[in-house]
């Protein structure tokens, strides 16, 4: 069965008992950062993924939604084949969890009840991941689009641009002020460039942090162009 291996250490646990408390348990632990004892993390899972089939409207998510994503064959475009490993790889690198989680631990098995509960098809497909890997200039879209795209995409973390008022975390730069050191940082790399790159790989291929990558599911070139534009890059 998929998810089996973590299934093992669940039965050993919750034998004979009711699962919605564990559930209950598992919904509060999605929303709360405190999920990961790092002192310095403030993403929740709910910062990043929806529980609902679709994301709140005006709400553009780095992850998939987590509706149905229990019983998916593979996680993570086909990169991770055990559902554990596939939130433990979120839970280390974006919300800087010390260990991963273990199948045995009580966070672990209310999270994957919670899962569970969220996922009524047990048919659910693998959904696709598509990484940019090389780094291309996008055409400009719309600085009014963009103003969207900034507010449903980058504000809960990035606050208020020019200001970085209301912002998640004081480590999330103030957008876009932050692309004047570039030319020191990056000489001859037109800053646009190391923008997309940003948001295209998160703190992947060596970029370092701990943002998000944007998938071309998550973000399409079309926003990120009209995101850009209102960034006046
Ligand atoms: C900072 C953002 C961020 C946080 C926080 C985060 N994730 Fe993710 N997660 C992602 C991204 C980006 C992906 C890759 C795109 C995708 O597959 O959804 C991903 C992928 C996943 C997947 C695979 C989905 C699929 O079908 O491919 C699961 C499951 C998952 N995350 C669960 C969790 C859980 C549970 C938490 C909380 C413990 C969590 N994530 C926290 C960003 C995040
Ligand atoms: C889940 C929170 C989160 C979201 C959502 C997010 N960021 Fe970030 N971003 C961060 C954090 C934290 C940093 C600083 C650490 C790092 O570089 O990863 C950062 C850094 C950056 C940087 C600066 C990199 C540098 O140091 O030069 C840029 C540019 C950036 N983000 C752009 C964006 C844009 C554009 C969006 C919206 C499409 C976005 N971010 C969405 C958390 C986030």
Same mark, same amino acid.
């Given at each position: 069965m998929r998810g %089996?291996?973590?299934?093992?250490?669940?039965?050993?646990?919750?034998?004979?008992e009711s699962t919605e408390p564990a559930a209950d348990f598992g919904e509060?632990?999605?929303?709360?950062?405190?999920l990961s004892e790092s002192q310095y993390n403030r993403f929740s899972c709910a910062t990043c993924h929806a529980p609902?089939?679709?994301?709140?409207?005006?709400?553009?998510?780095?992850?998939?939604?987590l509706h149905n994503a229990a019983f998916r064959p593979s996680w993570w475009g086909g990169y991770e084949t055990?559902?554990?490993? %596939? #939130?433990n790889f979120c839970y280390v690198h974006f919300m800087r969890g010390v260990s991963p989680l273990t199948p045995e631990e009580p966070k672990s098995r209310a999270l994957y009840e919670y899962l569970v509960r969220i996922s009524p098809d047990p048919q659910a497909p693998a959904l696709p991941f598509t990484v940019v890997k090389d780094i291309r200039? #996008?055409?400009?879209?719309?600085?009014?689009?963009?103003?969207? #795209?900034?507010?449903?995409?980058?504000?809960?973390?990035?606050?208020?641009p020019h200001t970085?008022?209301?912002?998640?975390?004081?480590? %999330?730069?103030?957008?876009?002020?932050? #692309?004047?050191?570039?030319?020191?940082?990056f000489p001859g790399v037109p800053k646009s460039l190391v923008v997309i790159e940003k948001v295209r790989h998160g703190q992947f291929f060596g970029v370092g942090g701990n943002m998000?990558?944007?998938?071309?599911?998550?973000?399409?070139?079309?926003?990120l162009g009209a995101l850009l534009a209102f960034l006046e890059l």
């Open positions: %089996a291996l973590w299934l093992v250490g669940l039965l050993a646990v919750g034998c004979g509060a632990l999605f929303q709360d950062a405190r609902t089939p679709t994301p709140p409207a005006g709400r553009v998510l780095a992850g998939h939604t055990q559902l554990l490993d %596939a #939130v200039e #996008v055409p400009r879209g719309t600085g009014s689009r963009g103003a969207e #795209v900034y507010r449903a995409a980058c504000q809960d973390c990035h606050g208020e970085g008022k209301g912002r998640l975390t004081e480590r %999330a730069s103030v957008l876009p002020e932050v #692309v004047r050191d570039y030319d020191t940082l998000p990558p944007y998938s071309l599911e998550a973000l399409s070139d079309e926003d």
